[in-house]
T-cell receptor, first 114, second 118 residues
């Protein structure tokens, strides 16, 4: 059973460009989460999605950031018009439906804005 | 809202010795889950151990065990027989209610960097 798959692992963008980060949850998992880790800090919650639904986006900046988890395909975290402060590691995590389950993390996507 | 505090930014231990990493938390929830995650130099987040708050018995996973003091809102991690591969950043985290339920999110502490000396 493959783990949570994220790509790209490393992404470099110039200021003003768009960044798209993809996440395929573990097989059988219907809950996806995105977290951001700034340098020298812990992980901060951004958004929680289920298939075709955003459940909680309270941790995501109101502008330039969006996330989706379509019926088919991976979850996408999209950052428009990137700025240097967006440089961070973005972790995706997933968990199965049902209570009491553990959240498993992917290996992260490192975004560098130059 | 939940908060997690890790008061030790850095810790070191000799190989084969035992080390304890501290974590305190605050929550208004009556049901919650606590986790320790490990982040080695590869930066992957690896689950080390989890504890359900309603369980009084401390969780144990091989060389890793926790000391869960619910009244004191303390959740420390003990690593026995430390190995070089244990060197990593360790994050304590809390989840309100069972993971996978609506309103789900993990709140992390700032981490403790563990060095294992040969």
């Amino acid at each position: 059973n493959a783990g949570v798959m994220q790509n790209p692992r490393h992404l470099v963008r110039r200021r003003g460009q768009e960044a798209r980060l993809r996440c395929s949850p573990m097989k059988g998992h219907s809950h996806v989460y995105w977290y951001r880790q700034l340098p020298e800090e812990g992980l901060k919650f951004m958004v929680y999605l289920q298939k075709e639904n955003i459940i909680d986006e309270s941790g995501m900046p109101k502008e330039r950031f969006s996330a989706e988890f379509p019926k088919e395909g991976p979850s996408i975290l999209r950052i428009q018009q990137v700025v240097r402060g967006d440089s961070a590691a973005y972790f995706c995590a997933s968990s199965p439906t049902g209570s009491g389950n553990t959240i498993y993390f992917g290996e992260g996507s490192w975004l560098t804005v130059v | 809202a939940q908060t997690v505090t890790q008061s030790q930014p850095e810790m070191s231990v000799q190989e084969a010795e035992t080390v304890t990493l501290s974590c305190t938390y605050d929550t208004s929830e009556s049901d919650y889950y606590l986790f320790w995650y490990k982040q080695p130099p590869s930066r992957q987040m690896i689950l080390v151990i989890r504890q359900e708050a309603y369980k009084q018995q401390n969780a144990t996973e091989n060389r890793f065990s926790v000391n869960f003091q619910k009244a004191a809102k303390s959740f420390s991690l003990k690593i026995s027989d430390s190995q070089l591969g244990d060197a990593a950043m360790y994050f304590c985290a809390i989840h309100p209610g069972p993971p996978g339920t609506s309103g789900s999110r993990l709140t992390f502490g700032e981490g403790t960097q563990l060095t294992v000396n040969p």
